[in-house]
């Protein structure tokens, strides 16, 4: 005979929300980057993760014309992209990409979380980046540490 838990358990541990946090982080040596593809699957969610801004914004009026021509190789839905970095796009003259992410808000953030499972992390990483996705106690205040690109997840306090 098995034992059930009573019905009001489930509902107070659904009630409690999850035990955990998921972050993404880079485990090889170069640095944490998202692929093209993986931006533009946050763009197509309307993830409020990804920063849109006017290419004179994002270069300076100064690079105006240098920017348009690096970022001008055909990717996909109308969009372009550069030679070689990886996490920035560009369409009607808007530059898509991530503020900061290295922030851990990002690197938590449920929509890049849920990118990186649903595309597979290797698909989701740029051609620099291993990204993996661990579980933290979900209670843990917590800042991503590297050496030289290579990151763990660490729980914040004080240092001198």
């Keep these: 005979m098995t034992k059930r838990a009573p019905a009001g358990a489930k ?3 659904a009630a409690r929300g999850p035990r955990t946090t998921k972050v993404a982080i880079n485990r090889c040596w170069g640095g944490f980057g998202i692929s093209n593809d993986a931006l ?14 006017p290419i004179s914004g994002y270069s300076g009026p100064e690079w105006l014309e240098q920017t348009r021509k690096e970022y001008s190789i055909p990717f996909k839905a109308g969009f372009t992209k550069h030679e070689y970095i990886d996490g ?3 369409k009607d003259d808007i530059v ?6 290295n922030d851990p808000e990002f690197r938590a953030h449920p929509d890049l979380i849920s990118v990186i499972e649903r595309m597979g992390a290797k698909r989701a990483s740029s051609h620099l980046a291993e990204l993996v ?3 933290i106690p979900s209670n843990v205040e917590f ?9 763990k ?7 001198w």
Excluded: F, Q, W
């Design 143 to 151: 800042k991503i540490d590297d050496y030289d690109g290579m990151e």
């Design 88 to 90: 920035v796009l560009v």
């Design 96 to 101: 898509y990409h991530i503020e900061n992410d």
């Design 40 to 53: 533009l699957a946050l763009i197509a969610m309307k993830s409020k993760s990804v920063t849109a801004e």
């Design 11 to 13: 509902a107070r541990a």
């Design 133 to 135: 996705i661990v579980e």
């Design 153 to 159: 997840v660490c729980e914040a306090h004080r240092e």
